[in-house]
């Protein structure tokens, strides 16, 4: 029987903005994870440690990091897609600062697209990952792994399950918090969910949660998400407006919306913690900010 209730981890302040052709200000960051902790955003991914000339709407992650609020029961993740990375999370913490809670590690499910986004193979985003996991352990920083491009490659094509489950079943053995896949972009339909994440249910046997990171490339992403849900996935990301993006795969769009997602959810009758009428005021508010529409279809049809 799958849970009444699902989590949300709000990835708007990192994928939602990486890909945005103009710079949002610390403030305005600062703003706006503040209004998703009100709606009820409990995890939420709030900056990425790479480096700013790739991608220069996260260079001022430290100064986020500085500036959020210390609210109890609220996780903050950075992203790391190396070692390098996960220094810079783990110096946010220096001198009693708080810093964030948690990294995000990321390797990619094909050769091309990993040596493209982070200069890595497969082999190598295992060994680099498994080290990863390792000194955030050691050094009492919880640390979670998506394994990206996991239903597509935008330059191989196809990505065969077994390849995705090999590196699970490897990166499981470092006992991260939980074990992502990730449609980046978006070309999964629900069948592969059902499928995928049902092997993966059974790989990992109850001792590690998996979570689902969809993108609406091709309007599958909501669709997707349900038979997530259905296969046993509790965790969700999803991004204000459904913004995002991936700077590195050609025509990607943007991840599934907050507001589609609790919405499909709430009328559902699964529980979210999360305040649809407070998203899509956010949402309006943060049009705003962008001077734009976000392509959230529930807070256009509100």
């Given at each position: 029987?799958?849970?009444?209730?699902?989590?949300?981890?709000?990835?708007?302040?990192?994928?939602?903005?990486?890909?945005?052709?103009?710079?949002?200000?610390t403030s305005d960051k600062l703003?706006?994870?503040?209004r998703m902790i009100e709606y009820?955003?409990?995890?939420?991914?709030?900056?990425?440690?790479?480096?700013?000339?790739?991608?220069?709407?996260?260079?001022?992650?430290?100064?986020?990091?500085?500036?959020?609020?210390?609210?109890?029961?609220?996780?903050?993740?950075?992203?790391?897609?190396?070692?390098?990375?996960?220094?810079?999370?783990?110096?946010?913490?220096?001198?009693?600062?708080?810093?964030?809670?948690?990294?995000?590690?990321?390797?990619?499910?094909?050769?091309?697209?990993?040596?493209?986004?982070?200069?890595?193979?497969?082999?190598?985003?295992?060994?680099?990952?498994?080290?990863?996991?390792?000194?955030?352990?050691?050094?009492?920083?919880?640390?979670?792994?998506?394994?990206?491009?996991?239903?597509?490659?935008?330059?191989?094509?196809?990505?065969?399950?077994?390849?995705?489950?090999?590196?699970?079943?490897?990166?499981?053995?470092?006992?991260?918090?939980?074990?992502?896949?990730?449609?980046?972009?978006?070309?999964?339909?629900?069948?592969?969910?059902?499928?995928?994440?049902?092997?993966?249910?059974?790989?990992?046997?109850?001792?590690?949660?998996?979570?689902?990171?969809?993108?609406?490339?091709?309007?599958?992403?909501?669709?997707?998400?349900?038979?997530?849900?259905?296969?046993?996935?509790?965790?969700?990301?999803?991004?204000?407006?459904?913004?995002?993006?991936?700077?590195?795969?050609?025509?990607?769009?943007?991840?599934?919306?907050?507001?589609?997602?609790?919405?499909?959810?709430?009328?559902?009758?699964?529980?979210?913690?999360?305040?649809?009428?407070?998203?899509?005021?956010?949402?309006?508010?943060?049009?705003?900010?962008?001077?734009?529409?976000?392509?959230?279809?529930?807070?256009?049809?509100?």
């Open positions: 029987m799958v849970a009444q209730s699902i989590e949300l981890v709000e990835v708007g302040p990192r994928d939602g903005l990486q890909n945005e052709p103009d710079i949002v200000s703003a706006l994870v503040e009820g955003a409990r995890r939420l991914e709030v900056a990425s440690f790479v480096h700013p000339e790739r991608v220069p709407q996260m260079a001022d992650a430290e100064a986020v990091i500085a500036g959020l609020p210390d609210r109890e029961h609220i996780t903050y993740i950075g992203l790391a897609l190396n070692k390098r990375g996960v220094l810079r999370g783990l110096a946010t913490r220096e001198g009693g600062k708080r810093g964030i809670d948690q990294i995000g590690c990321v390797i990619v499910a094909s050769d091309t697209f990993g040596q493209k986004n982070q200069g890595q193979t497969i082999a190598q985003g295992i060994a680099q990952n498994r080290e990863m996991i390792r000194l955030c352990k050691a050094e009492g920083l919880s640390a979670q792994i998506t394994i990206s491009a996991a239903f597509g490659c935008p330059f191989e094509g196809e990505v065969k399950p077994e390849t995705v489950l090999s590196i699970a079943e490897d990166l499981a053995a470092e006992g991260p918090i939980e074990i992502a896949l990730a449609d980046t972009i978006g070309v999964g339909v629900p069948a592969q969910m059902t499928d995928l994440f049902g092997q993966l249910g059974e790989l990992l046997a109850g001792e590690i949660p998996m979570r689902c990171h969809f993108h609406n490339t091709r309007g599958t992403g909501i669709a997707n998400a349900w038979a997530a849900y259905q296969a046993g996935v509790g965790v969700f990301d999803a991004s204000l407006g459904g913004l995002g993006g991936c700077p590195f795969a050609p025509r990607a769009t943007g991840n599934i919306a907050t507001e589609d997602l609790v919405y499909l959810m709430d009328a559902s009758r699964i529980e979210s913690g999360v305040n649809l009428e407070e998203v899509i005021a956010t949402n309006r508010w943060f049009a705003s900010i962008l001077d734009r529409e976000l392509p959230s279809l529930v807070a256009r049809a509100a």
